[in-house]
Nanobody, 125 residues
Framework: QVQLVESGGGLVQTGGSLRLSCSAS????????TGWFRQAPGKERDFVAA???????RLEDSVKGRFTISKNNAKNTVYLQMNSLRPEDTAVYYCAGTARTPVGISASASLYESWGQGTQVTVSS
């Protein structure tokens, strides 16, 4: 199974930026999808963004224009660049991976079989 490790969370003011990294160890398939989810206190874990091994991308509507997702295949790392951060972006951010979706990108957490430990992002107003 693929092991995922996040880094890059922290405290930032409204309008600031952070870059999260997700490093994968273990063999990933050619159809592998790496995604980011977030969970605020008392709320469900929500989809944020994901990228397929082939490069196609899906972003949740509320982060379009502010967040970008990219990958460095040589480093086996996926990045989530977060700009124009808002207090409502405050959450624990989780990296997740799946080989269960041969086409498209799922926003359903239940389809992702590998998860990182999470990294806290706090946006102060």
């Amino acid at each position: 199974q693929v092991q995922l490790v996040e880094s890059g969370g922290g405290l930032v003011q409204t309008g600031g930026s952070l870059r999260l990294s997700c490093s994968a160890s273990g063999r990933t398939s050619t159809n592998y999808v790496t995604g980011w989810f977030r969970q605020a206190p008392g709320k469900e874990r929500d989809f944020v963004a994901a990228i397929r091994s082939g490069g196609s991308i899906r972003l949740e509507d509320s982060v379009k224009g502010r967040f970008t997702i990219s990958k460095n295949n040589a480093k086996n790392t996926v990045y989530l660049q977060m700009n124009s951060l808002r207090p409502e972006d405050t959450a624990v951010y989780y990296c997740a991976g799946t080989a269960r979706t041969p086409v498209g990108i799922s926003a359903s957490a239940s389809l992702y079989e590998s998860w990182g430990q999470g990294t806290q992002v706090t946006v102060s107003s």
